[in-house]
């Protein structure tokens, strides 16, 4: 097979969705829109009523925001290429910038993720001060860190791929582009990228990880010191619905990571799959957990449906 260099000849990329199915794309293609509609519809929901409610500009919220408005970042990203529109080649370039947005985004979540435990330790441990600690500034600030660090870590991607040598076609292993997928079709060596990705994955999900672990184990031993038995359980209730999220971001992440690295063997419809439910999942779960879990959020949607049922 004839090999192309990145930085002449563009190669060609084929996605791939769930093979053998084909026939029931259309089948598929309902059930994967349904997620897409949800997904946009309620962090958009989210973000109404917090933009709506002066009485939810609180950091709490904000931070909330800066998820929903990822999220729909991600969803948007993928959506393109998923089985929906029934995408099958897509072009050197087109599959870089899908793949720089979609690890942005990645990365954002995890950090927002991070400064919401903060939010969560700050509004335990100082409750009185908790407005004057988390001011308007510092959320800003907190944001604008969070994007610049995603923007610059995935910078270099693009460049260090258009430098490799690719077949004249290659075929990827899901049904849009990832980094570690685009850099297995390689002919090239690997080596600088390799040492790439893993000191991106160190300084983005690794460290983000380790600090929400060390910032629950802080809000634990903050909650275990509070004398009432009801406010420790009131406390621990306002950290639920981050919890389910950082599970819901997590779980599929490493899933995914596993199958890659252990389930050689397993289907290519169990790859494509862990790959779906890593990037579709969520997205749709947050605006759902939030929404039943947190009683302010719940409060106000169910009360612009009572006034628009009037």
């Known amino acids: 097979m004839s090999v192309f260099n990145g930085s002449a000849l563009y190669p060609r990329f084929l996605l791939t969705g769930f ?30 009523i917090i933009r709506t409610e002066s009485s939810l500009h609180q950091p709490m919220y904000y931070f909330l925001s800066m998820l929903a408005l990822t999220d729909l970042g991600l969803s948007t990203t993928t959506l393109p290429t998923i089985f929906w529109f029934h995408a099958r080649e897509i072009s050197f370039n087109a599959c870089l910038v899908q793949m720089y947005f979609i690890h942005v985004f990645s990365i954002i979540e995890s950090a927002v993720l991070l400064a919401m435990a903060f939010d969560r330790f700050v509004a335990i441990r100082e409750p009185l001060h908790y407005a004057t600690i988390l001011t308007n500034n510092v959320i800003v600030g907190i944001g604008l860190a969070i994007a610049g660090r995603a923007l610059a870590l995935v910078f270099p991607a693009s460049f260090l791929l258009k430098r490799l040598q690719y077949h004249a076609v290659n075929i990827l292993s899901y049904p849009f582009c990832l980094h570690q997928d685009l850099i297995k079709t390689t002919v090239s060596s690997r080596r600088v990228s390799s040492i790439y990705v893993l000191m991106v994955v160190i300084c983005s999900m690794g460290l ?103």
């Not at 406010?231 to 995914?256: D, W």
């Open 19 to 48: 093979s053998g199915l084909e026939s029931k794309y259309g089948l598929i293609s309902l059930p994967v829109f349904l997620v897409y509609a949800t997904s946009i519809v309620g962090n958009i929901t989210i973000l109404f």
């Open 208 to 310: 983000d990880s380790v600090l929400l672990l060390l910032s629950y184990l802080l809000i634990l031993g903050t909650v275990l010191s509070i004398a009432s038995k009801a406010e420790r359980a009131k406390a621990l209730n306002t950290c639920i619905s981050h919890i389910c999220a950082v599970l819901t971001f997590y779980t599929p992440m490493i899933g995914l990571s596993m199958i890659r690295r252990y389930g050689q063997n397993a289907s290519p419809i169990v790859h494509v799959l862990m790959a779906n439910v890593y990037l579709l999942v969520p997205p749709l779960m947050n605006p759902i957990v939030y929404s039943v879990k947190t009683k302010q959020i719940r409060d106000r949607i169910l009360k612009k449906f009572k006034k628009h049922e009037v």
